[in-house]
């Protein structure tokens, strides 16, 4: 069974860094393309962040330059390095395969929470 597990939010304020981990269990890490997601308050999930089998990373417009996705596969986690960070970031963040399609639309883990204050 497939566990995704989100860790590494918290309070920050304008400006501050957070690094967020996913440990991923029960799936051919190495294979799948990851992506970190965010839900802001009031608003659907959105993919932040992808990260390619082969590397290729891309960004939403509104983090790029600030945020870097990354992997691990030794350790089965994906990171998501969080700089400059503006209120507008605030949401809970949640990794998954992207898309996530198949059954991995039931593989979303409880989430970390990001909260940034001005």
């Known amino acids: 069974q497939v566990q995704l597990v989100e860790s590494g939010g918290g309070l920050v304020q304008t400006g501050g860094s957070l690094r967020l981990s996913c440990t991923a269990s029960g799936t051919a890490f190495s294979a799948i393309p990851w992506g970190w997601y965010r839900q802001a308050p009031g608003k659907e999930r959105e993919l932040v962040a992808s990260?390619?089998?082969?590397?290729?990373?891309t960004y939403a417009d509104s983090v790029k330059g600030r945020f870097t996705i990354s992997k691990d596969n030794a350790k089965t986690t994906v990171y998501l390095q969080m700089n400059n960070l503006r209120t507008e970031d605030t949401g809970v963040y949640y990794c998954?395969?992207?898309?996530?399609?198949?059954?991995?639309?039931?593989?979303w883990g409880q989430g970390t929470q990001v909260t940034v204050s001005a």
């Open positions: 998954n395969k992207n898309p996530a399609s198949g059954w991995f639309r039931t593989y």
């Open positions: 990260l390619a089998t082969f590397g290729t990373t």
